[in-house]
Structure formats: structure tokens, C-alpha cells
């Protein structure tokens, strides 16, 4: 049943807030500062989504469920569009469109120059994630795709940067995605490779200097 209904489903389900933002605007009910409203709506759900993209190949490994795999490229779209939107936002309602402003915001603004740069990596991610593209790349297409670990890590920065006082949210992010990364880095190889590194280390076998 799952298996049948599970992509439309998701596919709703990431459509949700999408719906809930087009709901607020219409009932008027985002606040004295509409743009502001919006920007940070859309900002939450594109790392939201971004973590439960890179949450699917983790989970994969702990339960054994390797159709979870089938919903990571639609999240990870979703997590696309919702940047679109925000970016869009940004650029339209905050900026209008104002290249002079936007290029100084980019180059003298920390937390924007960070947000600029994961989207603009996400760019190449979105494009590429077809079957099309996947055949084409072969090989390197999984190379270009570890570019999601780095968005993430930006992703998370750029929140970090821009908060003034509470940094409660973006900490939460942040560890997640510390658990994430985590769970994929192959600790037991690491610790037996550092470990036979250590041993051949001339201070721990003097003799055989
Ligand atoms: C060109 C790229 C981007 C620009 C110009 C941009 C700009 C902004 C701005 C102006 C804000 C509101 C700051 C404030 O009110 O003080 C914001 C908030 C935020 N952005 Fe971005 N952003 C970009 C990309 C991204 C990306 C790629 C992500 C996620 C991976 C992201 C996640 C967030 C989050 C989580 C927030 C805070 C939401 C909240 O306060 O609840 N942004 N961004």
C-alpha cells in the first residue's frame, strides 16, 4: 500500500507548508512584515528538507529499508524549491531585483555570501539529479553529489550567522546535521587504520628504527 501510494503521498506532504504559506498570504495572516515572514518560512522548510534528504541513506543503514531510497530524490527537490522561493524572495521582494544592492549584500554580508554560495551549489545538484544525467555522469555524478554534505554545512552557517540572539533553532540544525555526517564517516575502519598508523609511528616500535 505504502510502496503503491508512498511517492504521491510525500509528494503532498512536502507540498504542505507550500499550501500553508499561500494560506497565510491570502488570509493576510504573515505578520506586520509579510517578506520577512515569508523569507524565513521558506528558509526553515529548504533546511528542514535538506536534513531529511540527507537523513534517508543513514536510516537506510540502520533499519535495512532500501526503499526508503526512492523518496530521497524528491526531497531533496523539494528542498530545491523551497530555496527557490526563498532566494526569489529575497531578490523580488526584498531587493527588487536591485543588482547593486544584491552584489554588495553578497560580498559584504557574511551570513548572505554563505546562503549564495549553497544555493548556487544546489543549482548544479537539481539539474544533474535526473536518470539522464545520473547514466551520463556515470561515476562522477556520485562525486558532484557529495556537494550536499557541503550545502548542508552552509545551509546551517547561514542560519547560525544571521540569528542575533537566539541560537537555540540553528543549533538544533546543526547538530543534526553533526549526527548525520556523522553516521556516514566509517568509524571502526578509521580507528583500526589510525591505530596500525600509530604502531608503524617510530616512537611506538624504536627497535625497527
Ligand atoms: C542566495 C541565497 C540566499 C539568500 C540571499 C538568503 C537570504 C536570507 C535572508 C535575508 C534571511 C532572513 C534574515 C533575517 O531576517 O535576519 C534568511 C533566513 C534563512 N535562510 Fe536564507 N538565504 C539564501 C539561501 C539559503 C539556503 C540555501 C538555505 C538552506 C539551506 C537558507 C536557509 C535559511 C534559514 C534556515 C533562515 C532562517 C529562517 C528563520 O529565521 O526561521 N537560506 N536567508
Given at each position: 500500500?505504502?510502496?503503491?501510494?508512498?511517492?504521491?503521498?510525500?509528494?503532498?506532504l512536502c507540498l504542505v507548508p507550500f499550501g500553508?504559506?499561500?494560506?497565510?498570504?491570502?488570509?493576510g495572516a504573515l505578520g506586520p512584515n509579510p517578506v520577512e515572514a515569508i523569507t524565513h518560512f521558506t528558509g526553515d522548510w529548504t533546511l528542514r528538507l535538506l536534513l531529511a534528504t540527507l537523513a534517508i541513506t543513514p536510516l537506510r543503514?540502520?533499519?535495512?529499508?532500501?526503499?526508503?531510497v526512492r523518496y530521497r530524490r524528491m526531497l531533496g527537490l523539494f528542498a530545491f524549491f523551497y530555496a527557490v522561493l526563498h532566494v526569489t524572495t529575497y531578490?523580488?521582494?526584498?531587493?527588487?531585483?536591485d543588482l547593486g544592492t544584491i552584489a554588495e549584500d553578497v560580498l559584504k554580508r557574511p551570513y548572505i555570501t554563505v546562503g549564495f554560495a549553497a544555493f548556487v551549489l544546489m543549482v548544479p545538484l537539481a539539474i544533474t539529479?535526473?536518470?539522464?544525467?545520473?547514466?551520463?555522469?556515470?561515476?562522477?555524478?556520485k562525486t558532484l553529489h557529495?556537494?550536499?554534505?557541503?550545502?548542508?554545512?552552509?545551509?546551517?552557517?547561514?542560519?547560525?550567522w544571521l540569528?542575533?540572539?537566539?541560537?537555540?533553532?540553528?543549533?538544533?540544525?546543526?547538530?543534526?546535521?553533526a549526527v548525520l555526517l556523522g553516521m556516514r564517516v566509517p568509524w571502526r575502519d578509521l580507528a583500526v587504520r589510525l591505530r596500525s598508523a600509530w604502531r608503524r609511528h617510530p616512537?611506538?616500535?624504536?627497535?625497527?628504527?
Open positions: 500500500m505504502f510502496v503503491r501510494y508512498g511517492k504521491p503521498l510525500v509528494f503532498l500553508v504559506l499561500i494560506a497565510r498570504g491570502a488570509s543503514r540502520l533499519t535495512g529499508q532500501v526503499w526508503l531578490l523580488w521582494l526584498d531587493r527588487f531585483f539529479s535526473t536518470q539522464g544525467w545520473i547514466r551520463r555522469l556515470g561515476r562522477r555524478w557529495r556537494a550536499v554534505y557541503a550545502i548542508g554545512v552552509l545551509g546551517v552557517l547561514h542560519y547560525l540569528v542575533k540572539a537566539d541560537l537555540l533553532q540553528p543549533v538544533i540544525y546543526g547538530v543534526i546535521l616512537w611506538m616500535a624504536p627497535e625497527r628504527r
